[in-house]
């Protein structure tokens, strides 16, 4: 099956699930999806060999990836581009700089305007100030496009029988010994609840938010539950409830315990969102 190099919206890389389906070549495009999009690839010749990807989204948003040999962008670095498609401006853009083994370039986030002018298909030309980065045809576009949109369709079918699915059983609990107690309760069997000291909104902060998961703009929320000693410091700390990305849940309970101090000791259960830093 033909692998696609999936834009995370802002930042890098992911290599398609293994049981994504094999989309064929449209318009001399490669085509592939992600969990989440679908997009397409091609590697032009010339200095350094510019590979580009477009990735469209199930939300209508669309991320650009382009890389190549010859240049030296830091990973992760902000920097203003424009681009010009089809001589449509599309200025003021915050690219983001990122490294696809030995090659090295930028993602760019756009709207769905974005993947329709890039369907029309005639040129993209990319600038950084004055100085022109670089100069793509898009012959070939509007076949690609269209293939994009088939697996867009499948993607949502399949989304949309999930759905339907998880309905079906959205009434039964999911551990129904899993309930969690009162403090009355907690009292009772002699838990008491863990009184943090101070707001537990300032434990964690937007310089802490994993490297990885910013560049991707990958944000959830985590459930956890904390055991505070007599001493109100944490002394273990238990994922309730994943976020879906395993750094952001990594990152929870490896800082909470440094963070987190209580005036009693106890348990204490709460959820952090791991929100984009603006």
């Known amino acids: 099956m033909r692998k696609l190099l999936a834009i995370g919206i802002s930042g890098a890389m992911a290599i398609s699930s293994a049981a994504a389906r094999d989309w064929p070549d449209a318009g001399g495009w490669s085509i592939g ?10 590697v032009y010749e010339g200095k350094g060999a510019t590979d580009l990807a477009i990735l469209v989204y199930l939300d209508g948003n669309v991320g650009l990836m382009v890389t190549n040999a010859d240049w030296s962008p830091t990973d992760g670095q902000k920097y203003d581009m424009d681009f010009l498609l089809n001589d449509t401006s599309y200025g003021g853009g915050a690219a983001v700089g990122v490294a696809s083994g030995y090659k090295k370039g930028f993602v760019a986030k ?8 890039f ?20 012959d070939g576009t509007a076949a690609g496009m269209a293939m994009v949109r088939r697996c867009l369709a499948h993607l949502q079918s399949v989304k949309d029988a999930e759905d339907r699915e998880k309905r079906r059983y959205a009434h039964i609990a999911d551990d129904p010994f899993a309930v969690k107690r009162t403090d009355a309760e907690l009292s009772q069997f002699g838990i008491e609840p863990a009184k943090p000291r101070g707001s537990a909104g300032g434990w964690i902060s937007d310089a802490d938010y994993p490297s990885r998961a910013q560049r991707e703009e990958r944000s959830g929320t985590v459930g956890y539950k904390l055991e505070v000693g007599a001493d109100g410091r944490v002394s273990s700390c238990v994922v309730t409830a994943s976020s879906g990305h395993p750094d952001l849940d990594e990152a929870t309970c490896r800082l909470l315990p440094r963070r987190a101090r209580f005036s009693s000791g106890g348990v204490y259960e709460n959820v952090l969102t791991w929100r984009l830093p603006e």
């Open 110 to 117: 756009f709207g769905g305007d974005f993947a329709r002018d």
């Open 119 to 138: 369907a029309a298909g005639s040129s993209l030309r990319i600038y950084r100030g004055d100085v022109l980065v670089d100069q793509l045809s898009l």
């Open 33 to 42: 999806e992600t969990s989440d999009s679908c997009g397409m690839t091609q």
